[in-house]
């Protein structure tokens, strides 16, 4: 069951990371930010760094490989928001 | 170990699901689905779907519970986007 399991983890990290990139290139491309709410990204932010800490509590490897790379973009993008918004 | 993980797992799910309804919210509202890519959206609601069954498959409950409602929102999203998209 554990390897089965691991597989749909890392593929599911594999997508919801995926379907992320898109918005941290168009904020990397075009600094636009005025569309971000930076209410709503300081939650998520907080909540990526809190399904992290979690992953490492269980150590689940998909959940911390998954929030390492979302904490990183999402952090970007609330310094670009910060920075430009 | 366990109650920490499981308290910290549960704020991680509450904070990213809180971060999610906004959309949602603004779909049911406006019926705009313009700026929501289609491609994006099928991935990111896939990669949701197997964080529940890697939820389910290893039996944590944050995971689970963060996962029915997220999906829940974004096959919402998803329908309103192929109908009025």
């Given at each position: 069951m554990k390897p089965t399991a691991d597989l749909i983890g890392y593929l599911a990290a594999a997508l919801t990371t995926i379907?992320?990139?898109p918005q941290a290139w168009h904020t990397w491309r075009t600094r636009a930010t005025q569309g971000i709410s930076l209410?709503?990204?300081s939650i998520f932010t907080a909540g990526v760094a809190c399904w992290?800490?979690?992953g490492i509590l269980i150590?689940?490897?998909p959940i911390i490989v998954?929030?390492?790379v979302t904490l990183a973009l999402a952090l970007f993008i609330l310094f670009m928001k910060?920075?430009?918004g």
């Open positions: 379907a992320f990139v209410g709503m990204y992290l800490a979690y150590g689940a490897w998954a929030n390492v910060l920075r430009h």
